[in-house]
């Protein structure tokens, strides 16, 4: 059974031209003109894209007293339904602090619900034998990432020599270290500033998290970075004094990758201050929202290729969730939304404003995500033999983003109102159609497999070079072979 996409533009990372897609089975099989195939999908007048993958995103995830309302199955189908196709999801680590109970934990969730293809990230909350030990059980089990939180002091955040210690096990296992970057510990004394001066409201959120905070704590990530050996990906960057800091280790030869979110380029911290309580407080995230010299500064960066890729860190909490901290901010569920509306808003925003070429768009929301997570090109590009995980994006077809029309289960959306003038006519998931503007029919949940991430093949080779040789400060500084471009 073989599927043909007719009649679009193929737009890759790369470059665009007139081609149609062969499909067969869940696979690539070739990209050219005038092909057949016993189904044909229409792509006249649209692009023919990769599939978006998201790189951070908290489906059912237990955090701040409660959990996460999306699920693996309306989080999944959600995406599909913005040309999203795979997603990467953050497992946290259970009471018992195993992280291989956690995947495990994870994979029982997920499994059953999942509509597109997920991977995860590992989350590192503190430092043990148990942990040194399992890190390598993670990466066997296909998970080559973890991320460390310097924020959420008292529960999640781990201090300086913990995560020295786990950046450098993840140049032994080859697998790559992620940070939040903010001050934990400034933060937390400027919660209980705040709340001191009667400050109670979401506005106390921004005023406790400054963009210096989240700089610093970029700075010391990288460094401690450095001295590992390791590369580095900081998640939802927000600010021009993270983005600085990751510009310059870049100059320096370091591998340092930087995430924007799309609410980070296109939300402001005015939102913080608006009147209605609800509204600002479904706003409330770590980094919270800044000015527009910041937003200026995470453009320019996917322009200049500084910043990398665009996530959401999709962490939805409802209007009665967000409402735990009514009377003090800092009990407020931290998270927003964007996992459905990431690629309308970035080409509404970006490509059609001219901020971004259509090939950097494919690049920040797919390409370059797989390159940088080592799935590369499974998923992440148009090739023969590739995932057919392919979007007939079309960026005639406009609609108005509703919480009345969206496919998460939240009652707000922090995009309510905008006009969107791109959407997915058709999103294919292994070939498989899962979405089709106009039908709204969600695939068989279950149908989505977990995607295993290989640890950086290189990573070995290179750490026994760097240990031979005495000083050339390259060697040092990069033994681990992340996919070179980006
Ligand atoms: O506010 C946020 N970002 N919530 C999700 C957890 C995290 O820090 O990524
Ligand atoms: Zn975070
Ligand atoms: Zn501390
Ligand atoms: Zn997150």
Known sequence: MTKVIKGGTVLTADRQWKADVLIEGE????????????????????????????????LEMPFMGTTAAETFESGTWAAATGGTTMLV???????DGSIKNAINEWHRKSAPQICSDIGYHMAITGWNETIFTEMKDAVDMGVNSFKHFMAYKGALMVEDDEMFASFKRCRELGALPMVHAENGDLVADMQADMLAKGITGPEGHAYSRPPEFEGE????????????????????????????????????????????????????????????????????????????????????????????VVATDHAA??????????????KIPNGSNGIEERLAVLWTKGVETGRLTPEEFVAVTST?????????????????????????????????????????????????????TAQARHTLSRGEVIWSWGKNSQPQPGRGRFVPRP?????????????????????????MNIPAGI
């Not at 799935?375 to 609609?399: F, Q």
Request: aromatic content about 8%.
């Open 317 to 330: 909490f409802t209007t009665e969730q967000k409402r735990m901290g009514v009377d003090d901010f800092t």
């Open 455 to 479: 640890a950086f093949s290189s990573a070995a080779k290179a750490l026994s070079q760097w240990k031979e040789l005495t000083a050339p400060k390259q060697v040092k500084r990069d033994p």
């Open 368 to 420: 370059n995500v797989a390159k940088i997570l080592n799935i590369y090109p499974k998923k992440g590009a148009l090739v023969e033999g590739a995932d057919a995980d392919i979007v007939v994006w079309d960026p005639k077809l406009s609609k108005t983003i509703s919480p009345t029309t969206h496919h998460s289960v939240l009652d707000y959306n922090v995009f309510e109102g905008w006009e969107v």
């Open 217 to 308: 704590a970029a700075n010391r990530a990288i460094t401690i970075a450095d001295a590992a050996g390791t590369p580095l990906y900081i998640v939802h960057v927000s600010c021009e004094q993270a983005h600085e800091a990751i510009r310059r280790a870049r100059q320096k030869g370091m591998r340092v990758y930087g995430e924007p979110l799309i609410q980070f380029l296109t939300l402001d911290e005015s939102e913080y201050f608006n009147k209605d309580w609800d509204h600002a407080a479904r706003r409330v995230m770590s980094p919270p929202f800044r000015s527009k010299d910041h937003q200026d500064s995470l453009w320019a960066g996917l322009q200049a290729g500084s910043l990398q």
């Open 27 to 58: 696979t690539i099989k070739q990209i050219g003109e005038n092909l057949k195939g016993d189904e044909v999908i229409d792509a006249e007048g649209a692009y023919v894209i990769p599939g978006g993958i998201d790189p951070h995103t908290h």
């Open 89 to 95: 999801d953050f497992c946290l680590p259970g009471e």
